[in-house]
């Protein structure tokens, strides 16, 4: 845990909202790209991230300094994105083809660092998966968890992590047409 | 074990997931199974290009623009609260002096006035028996789990 953003925690949990401002800086790009794939658009993942901080800091108080920041934050994240997915397919007010858009549309910042041609199509089809595609995806290949974090963050045995993320990257390969069928 | 089960190994495999067994396993297969090779050599293919995305960091000014959306929303937040605060004040003191006035005004009938107390005491009931329910939820939440982490 880096000493720094525990000092800064302490302080926001003192009602410091300037010792935020480097928390949220830090990841800001990270939360808005994490958005961006569990939404499956860039449509609201900006604004998603956004709710995400200011929902961490009316809890920061109750929040663990000793821990680090980003997977609470993330599961704050997620939990947002997922309410808005329900709410989204409630409504259907945003055709999914829109959502399939390139990440970089909509005014949102998202775009991958060292884009090339292929790693950004890749992209493309990642935002075209189930949910819970896109969700574990985003753990495991953007975030790095290990199976046993993967299935702390998410409340399933290892075992699910396993064939969710076999049949992830199968969708992944048939949506790119490299399933060799 | 058939070249399907195996196939579902390959990925744990690629990603240093197997235990030592399993793995041996895995490698005693694909030593004699050329469909699985490929299978894998596919896989590592794309797990290796996944393993390389990361987002770009956005750059000053998009990180200055950003803060300023958090940052306006805290400020909103803290007086969405005092909003409704003062709103839940005023109406209530404002319905218990129009309640008051309304009973002790001989003039109103006394069905009106039991009318209106079994009014207020049936909004009193819901408002207790919702509020119990939200702490009960509450304690299983898993969102409020996660808060507490």
């Known amino acids: 845990m ?98 399939h858009a390139s990440p970089s549309s909509d005014g949102n910042p998202v775009a991958l660092a060292e884009q090339t041609e292929r790693r950004q199509r890749l992209f493309e089809a990642i ?5 819970e595609f896109r969700e574990i995806i985003l753990l495991k290949h953007f975030h790095g968890l290990s199976y046993k974090e993967m299935a702390e963050a998410l409340e399933i045995p290892i075992g699910t992590v396993m064939s969710r993320l076999h049949h992830a990257r199968q969708a992944l390969r048939e949506v790119l047409g490299e399933d060799g069928s | 074990m058939s070249c399907d089960q195996f196939n ?47 987002f770009k960091e956005p750059g000053d000014e998009e990180l200055a623009r950003y803060w300023s959306g958090v940052y306006n929303r805290l400020e909103r937040s803290f007086g969405w609260i005092l909003l409704s605060v003062g709103a839940i004040l005023t109406l209530c003191y404002g319905a218990f002096r129009a309640i008051e006035e309304l009973i002790r005004d001989p ?34 939440d898993r969102y409020a789990k996660e808060i507490e982490r």
């Open chain 2, 107 to 140: 003039t109103v009938s006394v069905i009106l006035k039991v009318g209106v107390c079994a009014l207020i005491a049936g909004l009193v009931v819901l408002f207790v028996s919702l509020l119990r329910e939200r702490l009960v939820v509450r304690k299983v």
């Open chain 2, 8 to 54: 579902q190994w390959a990925g744990a495999y690629l990603d240093g997931e197997l235990s030592e067994a399993d793995r041996r396993r895995f490698e005693q297969h694909l030593a004699t199974c050329e469909v699985c090779r490929r299978e894998v050599a596919d896989l590592r293919n794309l797990t290796e290009d996944l393993d390389m995305m990361r």
């Open chain 1, 127 to 131: 935002l075209t998966l189930k949910p």
């Open chain 1, 2 to 99: 880096d000493s720094t953003e525990a000092a800064l925690i302490r302080r926001c949990q003192a009602g410091e909202k300037e010792a935020f401002e480097p928390i949220v800086r830090k990841y800001a790009g990270r939360a808005a790209g994490a958005a961006t794939v569990l939404l499956g658009c860039p449509h609201d993942a900006l604004d998603a991230s956004q709710e995400a901080f200011v929902r961490a800091w009316r809890h920061i108080r109750r929040f663990n300094a000793d821990r680090p920041f980003y997977p609470w934050y993330s599961a704050i994240l997620r939990n947002i994105c997922r309410t808005r997915l329900r709410r989204r397919a409630r409504r259907r007010t945003v055709p999914l083809a829109e959502g």
